[in-house]
C-alpha cells in the first residue's frame, strides 16, 4: 500500500507474530520498536516467555533485531510472565526497562539499541516496596532539560525521578493525581501501562488509549478521555463496544515532525493472549488535546 508514492505500514504491522505492548523509539533516524511477545493464539492465558526488539527504517520495514530473556536477567530461566517494557537512551548508552510481571520493574544496559544487553543490578530496579501500586508496566520520560523520570503502575500511577545513572532512583516515587479519572473500566478508574510525553511545554499522561494534561511533569493532570474512539475505527479494525479501548498499552512518539500513536491491537487475532500492534498519526488541536485517532487497514508513512 501506498500513498503519493509513499509506502504505508497497513495495520496491524507485523501481523501474526504476537507483537504486543509496543513502544516506539527514535534513534539515528531509525525507529526501534520494544515489545513484548505473546507466544500462541491457541494459549488459553499469557505466555509471554522474552521481550522483542524490532527495528525499522521506514514504518514499513521491520527487521528482528533481539531478545531479551528472563535467564539474561536476575529473574532466572522458566519465567513465562515477561511483561511491559520501555527503553531511552542516554550519554550513548541504552536501558531497556522491562516488568516482572505484575511484581517488579527490571533495566539492562547495551551499547546499542539492540544490545548486547547485561543486568547491571542483578535485582529490581523498582520492587513492590517502593509504591502501593503494582511496580510495574514501566514508561521512561526525559525531560527538555534532561532530567530522566520513571513512571510506572496499575489503578494508580507513581513517579520518581532516576539518577543520572538510569539505573537507580533519585527519590521516593510520588503518587501522580488525575482529575477526572477514567479509563476502560468507566468513570473513577484507571487502567495500567502509564505513559508520559511531552509536546509545546505540555506534559501528556497516558494510560492504554486515555490520557490527561499537565504543566508539570508531577501533575495534577486532567483526564481527557480516550483517543480511541468507535467513529474512527475503520471497519476491518473495529472491535465489540466493551473491547475498544481495553488492553491498548499505548505510546507516543515523534518522527520527522509527525506524531504518532502505536497500541495493542486484538481486531484480526480475537483473543485478549494473542496480540498484535496498530499505528496511527497524532493530531493536536490548539488546545493542546489530542485529535481521536484514526486506526486503519492503511497504516501509516513518513512525511
Excluded at 522491562?98 to 520492587?127: I, Y
Excluded at 477526572?180 to 502509564?194: F, I, M, Q, R
Excluded at 472491535?239 to 495493542?264: K, M, P, V
Excluded at 486484538?266 to 481521536?292: C, L
Aim: proline share 8%; aromatic share 14%; hydrophobic share 30%.
Amino acid at each position: 500500500m501506498s500513498t503519493h508514492g509513499k509506502p504505508l505500514s497497513g495495520n496491524p504491522i507485523l501481523r501474526g507474530r504476537g507483537v504486543c505492548d509496543p513502544h516506539v523509539r527514535i534513534f539515528n533516524d531509525r525507529a526501534w520498536l520494544y515489545a513484548t511477545h505473546d507466544k500462541s493464539p491457541d494459549s488459553p492465558t499469557f505466555v509471554m516467555e522474552d521481550w522483542w526488539v524490532w527495528s525499522s527504517p521506514d514504518l514499513v520495514n521491520w527487521t528482528h533485531e533481539c531478545a531479551l530473556r528472563p535467564e539474561d536477567t536476575w529473574i532466572g530461566p522458566g519465567f513465562t510472565s515477561c511483561w511491559a517494557t520501555d527503553a531511552a537512551e542516554r550519554n550513548g548508552r541504552y536501558y531497556w526497562y522491562f516488568s516482572e510481571a505484575n511484581r517488579s520493574t527490571g533495566v539492562v544496559v547495551g551499547e546499542t539499541p539492540a544490545g548486547p544487553w547485561h543486568d547491571p543490578l542483578r535485582r529490581p530496579l523498582v520492587s513492590p516496596d517502593d509504591a502501593p501500586a503494582g511496580a510495574y508496566d514501566p514508561g521512561v520520560f526525559i525531560d527538555d532539560d534532561g532530567t530522566p523520570y520513571l513512571v510506572f503502575g496499575v489503578w494508580d500511577y507513581y513517579i520518581a525521578r532516576l539518577n543520572d545513572d538510569m539505573i537507580s532512583l533519585a527519590e521516593t516515587p510520588r503518587r501522580i493525581t488525575i482529575h477526572n479519572p477514567e479509563g476502560p473500566y468507566g468513570k473513577g478508574k484507571l487502567d495500567d501501562k502509564p505513559y508520559l510525553h511531552k509536546r509545546a511545554g505540555v506534559y501528556y499522561l497516558s494510560w492504554g488509549c486515555y490520557y490527561g494534561m499537565s504543566d508539570r511533569v508531577y501533575g495534577p493532570y486532567e483526564c481527557r478521555g480516550s483517543v480511541i474512539q468507535e467513529a474512527c475505527v475503520d471497519e476491518p479494525l473495529r472491535y465489540t463496544h466493551a473491547a475498544l479501548t481495553c488492553d491498548r498499552h499505548g505510546s507516543f512518539f515523534e518522527w520527522r515532525g509527525q506524531w504518532y500513536y502505536i497500541c495493542n491491537d486484538m481486531s484480526q487475532t480475537r483473543t485478549e493472549f494473542f496480540r498484535d500492534s496498530s499505528i496511527g498519526y497524532v493530531f493536536y488541536r490548539a488546545n493542546g488535546e489530542i485529535e481521536p485517532v484514526r486506526l486503519t487497514t492503511a497504516g501509516v508513512a513518513l512525511p
